[in-house]
């Protein structure tokens, strides 16, 4: 299940198992520390490619939801750049003062404030769904990076099961990120990566391709893109719906 919570939202739609995590933490001074504005090497480096792929499969898309939006970096750039777009950020809680830091700055006109958002496999009687805010027919775009192989395997499936509350009839959704196929890794570094992942947390660990897709599939998505990205990470897209040529 994906958990949200959100409130002031006019435009809304109640979505079973949707609750909220939230991280709290108390400040030991009494003078508040000055937030510092996240920052992710990665994505100076990977954000021009992926913009290349996302520019071509949101081209006609008008509402993009972010799931585990991270720094904010990526959706800055991506809203920037793909100006038809209303860019949705979204994350665990904590997360949320650092993308608002990017969004203020960058005061742009389509990045609405981000909702606390994560997926979570427990049972939805253990929390409040909460109403996700949505556009008029759902999310016709969805979009996440380097997130599958942070959240544990039964998130990865929980996320899957709850996306087609979010999206809509036509819906394009796009993950980046390292995948295994035919369940080895595509690079040594990819190896080198997954075992740093597991020593860090062993839910977590670089996903492979096609148990991805067959979670997608399992939702009535078709897999329109497999493409090789730099660093030995790949762009996943797929389509729901009737699936025109692009
Ligand atoms: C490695 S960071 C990637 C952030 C950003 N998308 C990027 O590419 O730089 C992983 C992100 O996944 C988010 N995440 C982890 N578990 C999640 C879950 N269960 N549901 C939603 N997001 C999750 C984290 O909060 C974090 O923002």
Redesign the pocket.
Known sequence: M?YAVHGGVQDVRSVGGWGHRVTLRMPFASTPAMPIKPH?P??DR?QDPILDMLRVHFADRRHAL??????G??AVHFAAAMPWLTWQC???E??LPGIGMWLDEARLPNTPAPFP????AVPAAHFAPQPVPMPAGGYDAVF????LH???WP?VE??FASLPTLLADDATVAA??PFNIDGAFTSDSNRQFDDWLKARDPRSGIRDLEAVSALAEGIGLQRIADVAMPANNRMLVWRRGTIEAI
């Open positions: 994906l992710s990665s994505c990977n972010e799931i585990g939006s991270g720094t970096q990526h979204s994350d665990a904590a997360y958002l994560q997926a979570m996440s990076a380097n997130t942070i959240m544990g998130e929980a996320l980046y990120g």
